[in-house]
């Protein structure tokens, strides 16, 4: 079955740097997006991706966020100068197009990305 | 604003004892409802859906939901738990603007011998 891959599943970081999470979606998808997931707390939306442009994004996305389809395969999440509140479960998910039922049931989440920033 | 409630957040239940969990949804238009699981450690996976048609909805993993417009509610059941059903459960709206997921908090399920 396809799957949505993320790297790394573990990254520590220190304050202030830039961190960059992978992830590449199931290749015949078209729509891409980001959750986070702090700890203890709910999954939220961050962005969602179409057509090398987002379509919707979060107040949490704000400038220290953005987001990349640098080639064919990967979709990346950048975050700017990482903060002791960002660590958090990074989630990506795609999804097909043809449709809005057809939409859904195609929405992958990958296993997760946990971001530790000291 | 769209929102989901879930307001249980932690469920002790023995094992091969039935096991119910809450969902509610704020009102709106026909609503898409979806329950994931997550093993500790784990990505979101898929249980059930609910789109339109029939109310009750057949998952993986012997669970299944029912869809009530009346009570604004797609609370999720399994007969019969497995030790290996502990995790946490989250109810999720989607939103066709935007294709985002509205999630709920969330509720921790564990499982005595």
């Known amino acids: 079955e396809p799957e949505v891959t993320q790297t790394p599943s573990h990254q520590v970081t220190q304050m202030g740097q830039e961190v960059i999470l992978r992830c590449v979606p199931i290749?015949?998808?078209?729509?891409f997006y980001w959750y986070r997931q702090i700890l203890g707390q709910k999954v939220e939306f961050l962005v969602s991706?179409?057509?090398?442009?987002?379509?919707?994004k979060s107040e949490i996305f704000d400038d220290q966020f953005s987001v990349e389809r640098p080639d064919g395969s990967n979709f990346t999440l950048k975050i700017r100068s990482t903060k002791l509140e960002d660590s958090a479960m990074y989630f990506c998910?795609?999804?097909?197009?043809?449709?809005?039922?057809?939409?859904?049931?195609?929405?992958?989440f990958g296993s997760g990305t946990r971001l530790t920033v000291v | 604003a769209q929102s989901v409630t879930q307001p249980d957040i932690h469920i002790t239940v023995s094992e091969g004892a039935s096991l119910e969990l809450r969902c509610n949804y704020s009102?709106?238009?026909?609503?898409?409802l979806f329950w994931y699981v997550q093993s500790p450690g784990q990505g979101l996976q898929l249980l059930l859906k609910?789109?339109?048609?029939?109310?009750l909805v057949q998952g993986i993993k012997g669970f299944e939901a029912e869809f009530k417009r009346s009570q604004s509610s797609f609370n999720l059941r399994k007969p019969s738990v497995h030790w290996s059903d502990a995790a946490e459960y989250f109810c999720?709206?989607?939103?066709?603007?935007?294709?985002?997921?509205?999630f709920g908090g969330g509720t921790r399920v564990l499982v005595k011998p």
């Open positions: 998910a795609s999804s097909t197009s043809t449709g809005q039922e057809n939409l859904f049931y195609g929405y992958t």
């Open positions: 290749s015949n998808h078209l729509y």
């Open positions: 991706f179409y057509n090398n442009e987002i379509s919707e």
């Open positions: 009102y709106g238009a026909t609503p898409y």
């Open positions: 609910y789109f339109s048609g029939d109310t």
């Open positions: 999720a709206r989607f939103k066709a603007a935007g294709n985002k997921l509205t």
